[in-house]
Structures are given as C-alpha cells and as structure tokens.
C-alpha cells in the first residue's frame, strides 16, 4: 500500500527560528530520510519552497485565476512530503510518528493518507 505523508506546519514560525535551530530539523529530516531508505519503504521524498513562491490557480467559467502566495490565510501550509510503500495503515502511521514534524508539534505535523490506486 502507498501513503503520502504530507509534512505541514506554521510557515511563519518556521521562518523565524534560529540557524542553529533550522540545522537542527535539517539533520533529523535527512536522518529520517535514511531510516525510509534503508527500511526500503521510501519512494519520493522532498521539501517545498516557502508559499511565498508558489501560486493557487482555479479555472471558473474557462476563465484561470492565479493567486500568487504567501497564503496568509492558512494557519498551515504544506512544507514537503513523502511516499511510502509498505504493508498497512499501521505501518504509515508509525513511520509518520517517527517523522520530525510530528515532533514539533503544535508547530508542525504529519498528515497521512493513503494513495488512491486506479485499475489499469
């Protein structure tokens, strides 16, 4: 079964943490990154840029409308993500508690969901 574990959190706090802080959650990611690879349950996985870079489009009456970021209307903001593979539910769960946006919560955390899988 494939999950993608959607790392989301308040953008505004992480962006006013200290260097020391940032290299911090920077080496416990690629840490976890390896648990992932070495278990054999990783698939894809990266970081975003901040949302201040990225743009919202919406097509109504075949008309497109683009809403370039920060979104500061969103108390949470997607910050990265990854995708597993592996036996259960159960399982996705586990990895996702291991994931360092689950331990840094309020600021942060993990949402977990698994991969709509479509007949060929």
Known sequence: ????????????????????????????????????????????????????TGARVTVTGGKRNVIDGPFSEAKEVIGGYFLIQVKSREEALEWASRCPAAQY?????????????FPA
């Open 1 to 52: 079964m494939r999950f993608v574990m959607l790392i989301a959190g308040d953008e505004k706090t992480s962006l006013k943490m200290s260097k020391e802080e940032g290299e911090r959650i920077v080496a416990a990611y690629k840490a976890y990154m390896e648990d992932l690879q070495k278990a054999g349950v990783l698939l894809a996985g990266e970081a975003l840029m901040p949302s201040a």
């Open 105 to 117: 919560a309020p600021r942060s955390f993990v949402e977990v969901r698994p991969v709509m899988e």
